[in-house]
């Protein structure tokens, strides 16, 4: 078992591009101390320098994190990619073990908005379209779509905030979120 009755646990996935670091940030900068964020491409790019492959040392790294910050008594939020077929043993085990509420959401953002959106982000220039549509998963959620068109992300970060503990007005930019498990494919 991880945590406490009153940690909590938010898990942020979505493609590329989908607004997830912003949604992380923003529940971040609104909560302050006393939550742990937990990126993926932070431990994976920069911590670990690796690539996002199947069984890579990463998966067990943000598990590790995550589990550590919870029994120290923080509220974590982990937010990635987050592929179910490469990270869904871990998200679900986390998820079992952990004693306070878990919230995971999946931020669902259409192909050309992706585009528009890296298009702005540092990496732009290193990876292309190709690369993008190669790492896009169209139908994995088809579940849980987003309704409407990807407007703002007040929605989405005003309800992981919440989820996170918080209850002040959020009034930030990202994309709508939808609730789902935490490692469905």
Not at 36 to 41: E, M, P, S, T
Not at 121 to 144: C, D, H, N
Not at 150 to 168: C, E, H, I, Y
Request: charge should be positive; include cysteine; glycine fraction near 10%.
């Amino acid at each position: 078992m991880v945590g406490t009755e009153n940690t909590r646990l938010v898990v942020l996935r979505g493609n590329s591009a989908s607004g997830k670091s912003s949604v992380a940030a923003g529940i971040r900068d609104r909560f302050g101390r006393g939550l742990a964020l937990v990126g993926q491409d932070n431990l994976r790019r920069i911590v670990l320098r690796e690539r996002d492959r199947p069984g890579a040392a990463n998966i067990g790294l943000i598990d590790l994190t995550a589990r550590y910050a919870l029994d120290a008594g923080y509220h974590v939020v982990v937010e990635g990619i987050l592929y179910a077929d490469r990270y869904g043993q871990m998200l679900q085990q986390l998820r079992a073990d952990h004693r306070g509420r878990t919230h995971c959401y999946y931020l669902d953002v259409p192909f050309p908005e992706t585009l528009a959106r890296h298009a702005t982000k540092p990496i732009a220039t290193e990876v292309g379209e190709s690369q993008l549509r190669e790492w896009y998963r169209p139908t994995a959620f088809a579940r849980w779509t987003a309704r409407g068109d990807a407007p703002t992300t007040r929605a989405a970060l005003a309800l992981a905030f919440r989820s996170a503990g918080g209850s002040s007005d959020c009034r930030r930019s990202a994309t709508i979120v939808e609730p789902l498990a935490c490692a469905s494919t």
